[in-house]
Nanobody, 118 residues
């Protein structure tokens, strides 16, 4: 079992930045591909970014490329999402996830709210 706890969400003005963190506990953190999804009100949950076990490969949704950066610190069992140039359409609950591969997610966090004011 893996427990995931997100933090760092909040209210920010458009153009601002936030850094989300997701702390993992349980089985070996470096065994998992880590990622972030988000869900806006009335919309389906969507992929945001993912990172391979040792950080060699990263993937981003087109909507966040060039603005968001995913990273991980295996020594701290933590994955991060640096979000810059935030837009009102980035407003959503952001969820951390973990799985054996990018397409197979086994664990989810409880989510953290990000609100971008125009």
């Amino acid at each position: 079992q893996v427990q995931l706890v997100e933090s760092g969400g909040g209210l920010v003005q458009a153009g601002g930045s936030l850094r989300l963190s997701c702390a993992a506990s349980g089985r070996t953190f470096s065994s998992y591909v880590m990622g972030w999804f988000r869900q806006a009100p009335g919309k389906e949950r969507e992929f945001v970014a993912s990172i391979s076990r040792f950080g060699c490969s990263t993937y981003y949704a087109d909507s966040v490329k060039g603005r968001f950066t995913i990273s991980r610190d295996n020594a701290k069992s933590t994955v991060y999402l640096q979000m810059n140039s935030l837009k009102p359409e980035d407003t959503a609950v952001y969820y951390c996830n973990a799985g054996p591969r990018r397409e197979e997610i086994h664990y989810w966090g409880q989510g953290t709210q990000v609100t971008v004011a125009s």
